[in-house]
């Protein structure tokens, strides 16, 4: 089998347009995973950001409060009133990481902020200790900690659609290269001389 040669700029006029297709298509394809993966990477940032506060002030807030209300109930009230605008922050800062996070996929992490957002506004809370401070923003951290860090994998690998796109490209260009070798006696074979009118007055003689 040979190609005839008024077909190969045909051939090689389909190729380059693939080509060109594909490369347009790839780019397309990084430049919206690049895009994702800032906004990720702003997210994580910003949720750890949150989060770092949050336990500070958690752990800030309820142990001095236990110490004030083990001077007296009237000095632990009074350091409730007068961190007003603290636990008000305390509450922001709960739904500011909750809004960020997935109810299913982040479901611990919120459960263990609502709890302590809840230990800290009960004043006549008798759970309200020093363990249980520690234990909670202990559990806050290590489950944070499991977020951001399959989160930053996640920005490190690619979305999915840049993750197939990619592999999918290799297999292409590998299955390309194939089909040229194999029909390269096809592409590459020497056409016939064309026959003179010379000629053929001398193979009739």
């Not at 992490?109 to 520690?134: F, G, R, V, Y």
């Not at 590998?174 to 026959?195: E, K, M, N, W």
Request: neutral net charge.
């Amino acid at each position: 089998m040979q190609i005839s040669p008024t077909a190969l700029p045909a051939i090689a006029t389909i190729a380059a347009a693939l080509v060109a297709g594909g490369v347009s298509f790839i780019s397309m394809m990084v430049a919206k995973d690049q895009k994702t993966s800032e906004y990720r990477q702003n997210w994580i940032d910003s949720l750890r950001k949150d989060l770092a506060e949050y336990v500070a002030l958690f752990v800030t807030l309820t142990s001095y409060e236990i110490m004030a209300f083990k001077e007296s109930k009237e000095k632990g009230k009074a350091y409730v009133d007068s961190q007003q605008d603290n636990w008000i922050k305390l509450n922001n800062l709960d739904t500011c990481i909750t809004l960020r996070l997935n109810p299913k996929e982040h479901k611990k992490l919120i459960d263990l902020l609502d709890e302590a957002t809840h230990l800290a506004a009960d004043t006549n809370s008798t759970s309200m200790t020093t363990d249980k401070i520690n234990q909670l923003s202990s559990d806050i951290t290590d489950e944070s900690q499991l977020i951001l860090k399959a989160e930053w994998r996640r920005v490190k690998r690619g979305e999915w659609s840049f993750f197939i796109t990619k592999w999918g490209a290799l297999v292409l260009a590998i299955s390309a290269f194939v089909l040229l070798y194999i029909y390269r006696p096809v592409l590459f074979a020497p056409q016939p001389s064309p026959t003179t009118p010379a000629q053929c007055c001398e193979l009739s003689h």
